[in-house]
């Protein structure tokens, strides 16, 4: 079996946020030239966000509630 296949069944053993943690390390490791204005892109997205809760064109929800759901969709 190739290595990069045993890594993968290997990290398939590992919890959710586990995963998207070495997801986000793996993503990290490649140089991107275009890394910097994506980063611009959701950082002004997260502004948008903000200002639409500011304005109340937006509700948030409970994180509570939030991971409530996720566990029961995920049955964690």
Do not use: C, H
């Not at 990290?11 to 993503?27: D, F, I, K, T």
């Not at 966000?49 to 304005?55: C, G, K, L, S």
């Amino acid at each position: 079996m190739p290595i990069a296949e045993q890594v993968f069944t290997q990290a398939l053993s590992l919890l959710p946020m586990e995963r998207a943690e070495l997801v986000e390390q793996l993503l990290s490791s490649f140089e991107f030239s275009s890394r910097n204005t994506i980063d611009s892109l959701w950082a002004k997205e997260a502004e948008n966000r903000i200002d639409a809760y500011d304005r109340g064109d937006i509700k948030s929800i409970p994180a509570k509630e939030v991971f409530a759901k996720i566990n029961r969709q995920y049955q964690l």
